[in-house]
C-alpha cells in the first residue's frame, strides 16, 4: 500500500510540471487563429470583432494594429486557461496528499502490530530480504532479519544471534541438512519441512517457504508437547507406511479381495479380483463394477449380514473361464463390507470325494449281511444298515430320530431281545465303558429265541463306537452238521473201493481210507505219525521203482513244479497190476491222491478195442468192395439202357407184343439197378467226407408240389392217394435243392412201397421260426417197434411177406442229406396204423466247408 500511495504522488507533481508547455502549446493556435480572424474581418467588420474581444474600435483603423491587438487577445485567453486548470490541479495534489498521509498512518500501525505479533511468536522467523540474498555469503548484508523468541538459541555470553551461530549449535549432520535446504530456498525458493536436533537434545521443527521476493525460516522448538506431535506424525507416517504395506501384500494376495459401501457397490478389489472377472485392472473392475459373484450369492449373503457382523457361504463363480468353488467370507465394517473368496476347489473336489466314498461305503455296508450300527461321540445313532434292522425288528422311523445307545438297550430289552440278565442296569452300564476304551469287546448273545448273536464292538476313529453283529446260529449248527458230515465222509471214504490219500500243503499224509492200504500193501500203523510224501515214496517203492512217476508224484504235493494243476495217469506196475492214479489240487493247499486198481478192466478194454478194429477193418473193406462194385456195374447199366432204349423204339425192325413187354421189363430193372448203384456212390461220397452241397435258395413250395407230380403216376398205379399239405407262401430255405428233392422222393419211394391200394399219402411242409419240417405220412403197414431202431442204417431192408424186399438205402441217404444240411429226422411208426416220417431242416443251412457228415449218428425214433 506504501508503494501504492507514493506512486500517485509522484504521477500528480509530474502531470503539474509538464503542464506549461502544453498551455503554450495551445495557447499558439489561439494566437494565429486570432491573426486570421482578424485579417478576414478587417474588410467586413472589424468593429464587431472590437466589441466581442471589449476592445476600443479605433484600434480596427490599421492592419498593423489589429494583429498585434489579436495576438494580445491570444494569450490573455491562454492565460485564463492556465490559470484554471493550475487551480484544478493543486486542489487534486492536495487530496492526494491527505489521502497518502492517513495510508501510511495506517500502514504504519499495521506494521507495528505485525512487528509485535512476530515479536510474541514462541518461534525464531529468519527472514531473507531480496538485498541479503544478493549480497556474497559471510557479509553483513547476507545476515537475515530473525525476529520472534529467540531465547533458547542466543548464547547467554553474546546475547546475539544469527544463522551461522545456529548451525555451530545444531549437530553437524543436522546442521549441513539445514544449511543445505536454506540456500535451496535463497537460491532457488524450494521448500522444505524437517527435524534437526541441538547439541543439547532438543528437537527444533524447521520449515522454508519463499513470501514473495522473500525467503523464510521457521525453527519451532518441539521438544515438549510439539515434540509430541512430531512422535505422533511419525507414527502416522509409519502407519501410513504400514497400511501401504499390508494393501501391496493384499493386492498381491492369492485369492480374491474386495471392498463394499453402504449400498452395496464395489470400491476395491485386489489383482486377484481382477483375474478372476478378466478385468483389465482392479480399477477397471470397480469402474465397471464386474461382480464375481453370482446375484443369488450375493443375496444370501445380504440376508445373513442382516442381523450378523459376519457371513460364510461355500458357492460356485466362473474364474479366469473355469467354473471354481469359492469358500466367501464377507464382514461388515463401519463404513461398508469386506470380503474375500478362497478357491477351495481342491478342498471341494476332495469332499466330494469323500462324500462319495462315505455314502459308496454306506451303500455297500447296506449290503452286507452282517448287521452295522455306528453311534457318534454323543452316544446317539447316527448309522445303520438294513441288516441291523432286520436282526433287531426295529421300526425305521423310530431309528431314524437317533435315539441314543442306552434307549436302543432298553427297547431290545423290553422285546425279548437281549441276553437274560441278573442286574440288567449294571450290565447296560458296563456297555457304555466301550465309548472310553482302546480295547475292542467280542461277545456271544444267546437269545431267548434261540438264536446266537456275536457282537464286535471296537471305538471309531471319529469319535463313538461301531457295533458289528453277527448271526452265527446258521454257522454253528453248520459246524455241528460238519462234524457230523465229515464223521460220515469218513466212514463213506473208508468204504471206497478207490484208495484215496490226502497230503497237507507240508506233504504230509493227512488222511488214507483202507483201500489205499491194499493197493500199496501198507501197514495202517506205519502211517499213523504223517509221514513225508518222501517217506511214503520209500514205502512204495518195492511194488514200482519207476522214479519218473515218483518226481511226478512228489512235485505235485510239495508244488516245486510253480504250478498246482489237476494231473492224471496210468501206472503199469511189474507185477502186473494196472493203476489209474489222479492228482486235484485242494483250496487249501492240500493234494488228494485216488488210486483205481484197473487192472481187469484193461484187460477187458483191450480185448474190446482188438474187436473194434476188426469191425473197423470189415467195414472199411465192405465200403471199398460196394465203392468198387458200384463203379463197374455203372457203365455195363449204362450201355443196356441204351441198347433196350434202341430195342424199344424199333429202331432195327418191329417187334412183337411179348418183345415190348421182356424190353420194358429189362429197362425197367435196369433204371432201378442204376438208382441202387447212385445211392450207394452217395453213401460211399458221403463216408468219405467228400459230399458237398450246392446251397441255394429254395422255394419249399415247388419242391413239395414236384414231388408230388413226380409221384402221381406210380400212386395212380398202385391205387394210392396223394395229399398235399403246404403252404403256398411257406417261403423259402437256404439249402441243397437237388438234395432236398432227392429226400423227398426217397421218402414218397418208401412210402409207396408200404402201401396198398386205398391208402393214402400226405406230402407236406410247415414253417419255425427258424426251422422247416418235410415230412411224408401214409397210412401203410407201419414199421414194428424191433424195427425201427435201424431203418436208417445202410441196407436194412424190411418188407411184407407178399412185398418185395428194396435196397434198404433211401431212408439211410435221406438221414445223411438232412444231416449234411444240419437238420434231423424223426420217425413214427406204429404197425397196420401207418408211419410218419419228418425231416428238420434249419432255414439257413451250414456251409459246405462246416458241413461235416455223420452217416452213422443214430435217428430219432418215436413208437406209435
Not at 1 to 28: I, N, Q, Y
Not at 81 to 90: F, K, N, P, Q
Not at 466 to 481: K, Q
Not at 691 to 708: C, G, I, K, Q
Request: glycine fraction near 6%; charge should be negative; charged fraction near 25%.
Amino acid at each position: 500500500m506504501l508503494k501504492s500511495a507514493e506512486g500517485r504522488k509522484r504521477g500528480v507533481l509530474r502531470r503539474g510540471a509538464g503542464f506549461v508547455p502544453v498551455l503554450l502549446t495551445v495557447a499558439f493556435p489561439f494566437a494565429a487563429a486570432a491573426q486570421t480572424a482578424a485579417e478576414e474581418a478587417a474588410p467586413k467588420g472589424l468593429m464587431e470583432t472590437l466589441a466581442v474581444l471589449g476592445l476600443p474600435q479605433e484600434a480596427a483603423a490599421e492592419p498593423a494594429v489589429a494583429t498585434s491587438f489579436a495576438i494580445a487577445a491570444g494569450l490573455a485567453l491562454a492565460g485564463i486557461l492556465a490559470a484554471i486548470t493550475g487551480l484544478r490541479v493543486s486542489r487534486a495534489a492536495r487530496k492526494i496528499a491527505l489521502e497518502r498521509e492517513t495510508s501510511l498512518s495506517a500502514l504504519e500501525a499495521r506494521l507495528d502490530a505485525a512487528e509485535s505479533i512476530l515479536a510474541a511468536e514462541p518461534d525464531a522467523v529468519f527472514i531473507w530480504t531480496p538485498e541479503s540474498l544478493r549480497a556474497a555469503p559471510g557479509t553483513f548484508q547476507a545476515r537475515p532479519r530473525i525476529v520472534g523468541s529467540t531465547a533458547t538459541l542466543v548464547d547467554p555470553s553474546s546475547g546475539d544471534l544469527d544463522f551461522a551461530y545456529l548451525l555451530t549449535r545444531l549437530e553437524p549432520e543436522n546442521a549441513g541438512r539445514l544449511n543445505t535446504a536454506v540456500q535451496r530456498l535463497r537460491t532457488r525458493g524450494a521448500r522444505f519441512s524437517l527435524h534437526v536436533q541441538s547439541a543439547d537434545g532438543r528437537t527444533f521443527e524447521a520449515e522454508g517457504r519463499p513470501a514473495g521476493a522473500l525467503a523464510v525460516l521457521w525453527l519451532r522448538d518441539v521438544t515438549g508437547e510439539r515434540a509430541e506431535v512430531s512422535r505422533l506424525k511419525e507414527r502416522l507416517r509409519q502407519a501410513e507406511f504400514s497400511r501401504s504395506r499390508f494393501e501391496e501384500h493384499l493386492m498381491q494376495a492369492p485369492f480374491a479381495a474386495w471392498r463394499r459401501d453402504d449400498q452395496g457397490n464395489l470400491v476395491w478389489v485386489n489383482a486377484a479380483y481382477a483375474r478372476a472377472v478378466d478385468a483389465a485392472s482392479p480399477e477397471d473392475a470397480v469402474t465397471r463394477s464386474i461382480e464375481l459373484l453370482g446375484e443369488e450369492t450375493l443375496a444370501r449373503l445380504r440376508r445373513m449380514l442382516f442381523d450378523r457382523s459376519r457371513a460364510r457361504e461355500r458357492s460356485h463363480a466362473i474364474m479366469a473361464g473355469e467354473r471354481r468353488a469359492l469358500d466367501i467370507i464377507e464382514q461388515r465394517l463401519s463404513d461398508g463390507v469386506a470380503g474375500i473368496a478362497v478357491d477351495v476347489s481342491a478342498l471341494d473336489e476332495a469332499e466330494a470325494k469323500l462324500r462319495r466314498h462315505i455314502e459308496s461305503h454306506a451303500a455297500t455296508l447296506d449290503r452286507v449281511t452282517t448287521a452295522v450300527a455306528i453311534c457318534g461321540p454323543d452316544k446317539r445313532l447316527t448309522f445303520r444298515n438294513r441288516a441291523y434292522e432286520t436282526l433287531w425288528g426295529l421300526e425305521p422311523q423310530w431309528l431314524d430320530g437317533g435315539p441314543s445307545d442306552t434307549e436302543i438297550l432298553d427297547e431290545l430289552r423290553a422285546r425279548r431281545r437281549l441276553p437274560e440278565q441278573a442286574n440288567f442296569q449294571a450290565w447296560k452300564q458296563s456297555r457304555m465303558e466301550i465309548y472310553t476304551s482302546t480295547e475292542a469287546i467280542e461277545e456271544y448273545w444267546h437269545l431267548p429265541d434261540g438264536r446266537t448273536i456275536k457282537l464286535l464292538a471296537q471305538a471309531h476313529p471319529f469319535g463313538g463306537v461301531i457295533y458289528l453283529y453277527e448271526n452265527v446260529t446258521e454257522r454253528l449248527n453248520l459246524e455241528s452238521s460238519y462234524n457230523t458230515l465229515a464223521r460220515v465222509q469218513r466212514e463213506t471214504i473208508d468204504h471206497l473201493y478207490e484208495g484215496v490219500a490226502v497230503f497237507g500243503s507240508d506233504g504230509r499224509l493227512k488222511l488214507f481210507n483202507p483201500a489205499f492200504l491194499n493197493i500199496w500193501a501198507l501197514d495202517a500203523e506205519k502211517l499213523e505219525d504223517e509221514p513225508h510224501v518222501n517217506e511214503l515214496i520209500t514205502l512204495c517203492r518195492p511194488l514200482m521203482s519207476d522214479d519218473r512217476e515218483w518226481e511226478t508224484l512228489r512235485n505235485g504235493v510239495t508244488g516245486m513244479s510253480g504250478t498246482r494243476t489237476q494231473q492224471t495217469g496210468r501206472l503199469d506196475r511189474p507185477d502186473g497190476a494196472v493203476i489209474d492214479y489222479a492228482m486235484v489240487p485242494l483250496p487249501d493247499g492240500a493234494t488228494l491222491m485216488t488210486y483205481v486198481d484197473v487192472t481187469d478192466s484193461t484187460r477187458m478194454e483191450q480185448a474190446l478195442r482188438d474187436r473194434n478194429d476188426a469191425l473197423e477193418t470189415a467195414d472199411r473193406l465192405k465200403s471199398e468192395f460196394i465203392s468198387h462194385v458200384s463203379y463197374q456195374l455203372r457203365t455195363p447199366l449204362t450201355n443196356i439202357l441204351g441198347f433196350g432204349e434202341i430195342l424199344e423204339t424199333e429202331m432195327f425192325g418191329e417187334l412183337n407184343p411179348r418183345q415190348h413187354e421182356y424190353m420194358q421189363g429189362i429197362l425197367e430193372s435196369s433204371e432201378n439197378l442204376i438208382d441202387v448203384v447212385n445211392d450207394i456212390l452217395d453213401l460211399a461220397v458221403i463216408e468219405a467226407g467228400a459230399m458237398t452241397l450246392d446251397l441255394s435258395d429254395v422255394e419249399l413250395s415247388e419242391v413239395v408240389y414236384a414231388t408230388e407230380e413226380f409221384a402221381q403216376r406210380p400212386a395212380q398205379k398202385n391205387k394210392v392217394t396223394l395229399k398235399v399239405e403246404c403252404p403256398k407262401d411257406i417261403g423259402t430255405v437256404r439249402a441243397d435243392e437237388k438234395r432236398i428233392k432227392q429226400i423227398m422222393i426217397n421218402l414218397l419211394s418208401n412210402s409207396l412201397a408200404f402201401t396198398s391200394p386205398g391208402d393214402n399219402i400226405v406230402i407236406g411242409a410247415r414253417r419255425h421260426e427258424s426251422s422247416v419240417e418235410l415230412y411224408v405220412e401214409d397210412t401203410g403197414v407201419g414199421i414194428k417197434p424191433e424195427f425201427q431202431g435201424n431203418v436208417f442204417d445202410r441196407f436194412e431192408a424190411h418188407g411184407g411177406s407178399d412185398r418185395r424186399r428194396g435196397a434198404g438205402l433211401g431212408l439211410s441217404l435221406v438221414r445223411s442229406f438232412v444231416e449234411l444240411h444240419g437238420g434231423w429226422v424223426t420217425l413214427e411208426s406204429a404197425p397196420d396204423v401207418g408211419t410218419r416220417v419228418t425231416c428238420h431242416l434249419p432255414v439257413r443251412a451250414a456251409p459246405p466247408a462246416a458241413a461235416a457228415p455223420s452217416a452213422a449218428s443214430p435217428a430219432k425214433v418215436e413208437a406209435g
